[in-house]
Every structure is written in C-alpha cells, then in structure tokens.
C-alpha cells in the first residue's frame, strides 16, 4: 500500500470537519513548499492563528464560513 493510499484509508473513517481540516492542511503544506523562506514564516502564523482559533470559528453561527477557501 502506497504512503497516499494510507492517508486515504487514515482520513476515510473521520467526521466530515476533520477531513476538512486535513484538507486545510494538504493545501497549506503545497502553498509552503514553494514559498519564500519570509513567506513560509507568515505561512506558519497564519496555520498557527486558524489552528488555535478553530474551536472559536466552528460553531453553527459561523457556518456560512465554511465555504470560503482559505490559502
């Protein structure tokens, strides 16, 4: 089994917003591969900011949100 067919088998089991979240974190890690070192470190706080802010965004009141891309 491949390293992509084990993510996939990983992610399957888990609730819609946790695979969002990973997601999230897939598109985070392509935009920083090819990113500036000043870029990477902006990149960084950015992930940091929406990671510890989550449990405050993520309620039904804000789920008009959820649609919006990010990064």
Do not use: C
């Not at 969002?20 to 974190?25: I, K, Q, S, W």
Request: glycine share 2%; proline share 6%.
């Amino acid at each position: 089994m491949t390293t992509a067919e084990q993510v996939y088998e990983a992610v399957k089991p888990l609730p819609e917003s946790l695979i969002r979240e990973v997601l999230d974190f897939v598109h985070f890690l392509r935009v920083r591969r090819g990113a500036t070192p000043e870029r990477v470190e902006e990149l960084n706080l950015i992930y940091a900011q929406e990671t510890s802010l989550k449990k405050v965004w993520d309620n039904e009141e804000d789920e008009v949100w959820n649609d919006v891309p990010t990064l």
